[in-house]
């Protein structure tokens, strides 16, 4: 791609290089990351069926409908996963459950991403008191252990996908606030903020615009590292029967039901787990690609 | 050396304080009246409201946390709703469980990591530091629960080596451990690798080649020294959230650690073991954060220097 570049710049249309945009410029870098790109196409494939499996499968009649004469098949055309203890199709539970673990770590990830930022950059731009209330006040949240604080807020306040997400973004957004936050106080010193600040600029136009941008690498990186350990968590959480409830097709509350079969039936516990790791390595991979993307050090 | 200690036991307190206002806070808001769970089918008014009375559940809500500070002040952290023992015998007769987890999957964390992470950074693009790299991928983002029902699938129902749930023997805490360890141990061996490497490139390295020191002590001596510093940190860290993170590990493998006495008491509204454990676990990882810095400056004497300073 590189020797592309220079051809272009030395010969026929330097312009055209200019006017590559930031996003071209990371998608390049991005793109050349083969695994990240594995990642990419993952992650989409597995979007594009939690969005579209409500077309071709019915929740009430394929998903959650109990045919006990069918129950414990092993993999057929009819079933490829086979059947579980209520003889329900274990691939039409399996999609379903993709909606579920997209839906709470895309929330969880906008949450905490978006209170992260607002209090992290205000705090690291105006310091001094107000700094010091937010950050001892998150101190506390944070010595809280994650799982702990969730099932506590679950168990309070009930547990629908909401509540869970909310449950969840608690415990990610002290660590999201201390990132922002450094990366802000490291640029407020630089000289453009300082030229903004002589303009005369208000000050929250100073954060949303010149500050937050500036940061969004670390921003984007963090959130999907968040979305892909919110995913385990949530799956976590159901199978301990604290987050999603059964009948619903979670993965982590499948494999909690499929436990109990474990003796006869193991293969129950595989397909559910497969979908969890897949989900969770392909955002992960993402998150790499992207953090290797963003580096201005990686520049070609 | 003294003063920072003391400086950062005492910054312990107001997060303590703080973690007891939230939680006090949540357990009133969840839904259920322990005195009613407690008393049973049948009871009378009067009972109930005795009940009630003894557990100083009619009093106002403030009324109660200030009770409840004031007495945990003085080293009574009340009795249990659920089984009317002291929270304290509860906590502590569970805690060992959880802490045994904890250390073996510290141990096997640390010494598979570091091991590991050395090799396939010495031999950077060998085949060794290639699969090493896509294990560690995958095993990042498996869930431990799941790695425990595999283990428990392999061990216990196909080979029958180990336990298949419970605590018998010390032979029951070793899937767990080896299920909480891994994806940890998967962050550990990318972290030694990485310091390894940028560890590898610095000037004194160099210099050490070309003085002519045989490759073996060069690595042990003078790069993993330095290397293992972020990895000290990295398994203090770890330590801690493992106190607060086998919650779904004990369900897994029927263990009662603090986690299943979490999960029961959290069911049960049983507020005053809720808040002591938690606030046992904080304490606990505040003092294993302050011992990991305190390790860290006996093996960094420029960080020992900004200590003293």
């Known amino acids: 791609m590189s020797e592309k570049n220079t051809v272009n710049v030395s010969a026929a249309a330097p312009r055209k290089f200019k006017r590559k945009s930031q996003l071209e410029m990371v998608w390049i870098r991005y793109r050349k990351n083969k695994l990240a790109l594995f990642g990419l196409v993952v992650f989409l494939i597995i979007v594009i069926v939690s969005i579209s499996t409500p077309l071709f499968i019915d929740y009430k009649e394929q998903v959650i409908k109990q045919n006990i004469m069918d129950k414990f098949q092993t993999a057929s055309a009819a079933h490829p996963f086979g059947t579980d203890q209520f003889g329900r199709d274990v691939l039409c539970r399996l999609l379903w459950g993709a909606r579920y673990s997209i ?16 209090l992290g950059a205000s705090a690291g ?13 998150l101190d506390v949240f944070f ?35 201390r990132i922002i936050r450094s990366s802000v106080i490291t640029l407020k010193d630089q000289d453009f903020i300082e030229a903004a600040r002589a303009c005369d600029t208000k000050k929250s136009r100073i954060i949303f615009k010149h500050i937050l941008p500036n940061a969004m690498g670390t921003l984007i990186v963090e959130g999907t590292l968040t979305m892909g350990k919110s995913i385990i968590l949530i799956a976590g959480l159901s199978f301990i029967g604290m ?19 474990m003796l006869n ?8 787990g497969i979908a969890i790791v897949l989900t969770a390595l392909s955002i992960t991979l993402i998150g790499d690609g992207l953090r290797d993307a963003l580096d201005p050090k990686m520049k070609n | 050396m003294v003063k920072y200690i003391v400086k950062r036991l005492i910054l312990i307190i107001p997060i303590i304080f703080g973690i007891s206002i939230i ?15 407690l008393i049973g089918d049948t009871y009378t008014e009067e009972a109930l409201d005795q009940l009630r009375a003894e557990l100083g559940l009619d009093k106002p809500f ?40 904890t250390f073996l999957s510290i141990i096997i964390q640390v010494v598979v990591g570091v091991i590991v992470g050395i090799v396939a950074a010495v031999k950077q693009y060998s085949l060794l530091d290639t699969v090493s790299q896509a294990i560690t991928m995958v095993l990042a983002s498996v869930p431990d629960f799941w790695i425990g029902l595999m283990l428990l699938l392999l061990f216990s129902v196909k080979l029958g080596l180990l336990p298949l749930s419970g605590i018998e023997n010390w032979t029951g805490y070793i899937l767990p451990a080896v299920a909480v360890a891994l994806p940890y141990m998967a962050n550990l061996i990318r972290l030694t690798r990485s310091t390894m490497l940028d560890v590898m490139r610095m000037d004194y390295i160099d210099t050490a ?77 505040c003092l294993i954060n302050l011992a990991t810095d305190l390790i860290y400056a006996a093996i960094d004497p420029r960080v020992k220097a900004q200590i003293k300073g």
């Open chain 2, 23 to 37: 939680l006090f806070t949540i357990m009133n808001l969840t839904p259920g009246d322990p005195a009613q769970m």
């Open chain 1, 103 to 118: 839906l709470c770590g895309l929330g969880v990830m906008a949450l905490s991403l978006s209170v992260g930022a607002v």
């Open chain 1, 243 to 261: 987050g999603i409830q059964p009948p619903a097709p979670e993965w982590g509350a499948m494999l909690s039901e499929a436990k109990n079969y």
């Open chain 1, 143 to 177: 010595a809280i252990p994650m799982t702990l604080m969730a099932i506590s807020i679950v168990a309070a306040f009930g547990n629908s996908i909401p509540n869970l997400i909310v449950a969840i973004s608690l415990g990610q957004i002290p660590k999201m606030t």
């Open chain 2, 62 to 101: 403030f009324q109660q946390y200030i009770d409840y500070i004031w007495n945990a002040l003085h080293g009574d952290f009340g009795i249990s709703y659920r089984t009317r023992n002291p929270v304290f015998d509860e906590v502590f007769s569970r805690f060992p469980h959880t802490v045994a987890i």
């Open chain 1, 265 to 272: 039936y193991p293969y129950l516990m595989y397909a559910p």
């Open chain 2, 209 to 285: 080649k070309a003085k002519g020191v045989p490759k073996k002590k060069i690595i042990f001596k003078h790069a993993l020294k330095n290397a293992l510093l972020p990895v000290v940190t990295l398994a203090g860290v770890n330590i801690s959230w493992m106190l607060g993170g086998t919650i779904v590990i004990e369900q897994v493998f029927n263990i009662p650690g603090i986690g299943s006495l979490m999960i029961t008491s959290i069911r049960n509204k049983d507020t005053p073991v809720v808040m002591a454990t938690v606030m046992f676990i904080a304490v606990l990882s």
């Open chain 1, 125 to 137: 731009y105006f310091g001094g008191a107000y700094d010091q209330i937010i950050m001892r006040i």
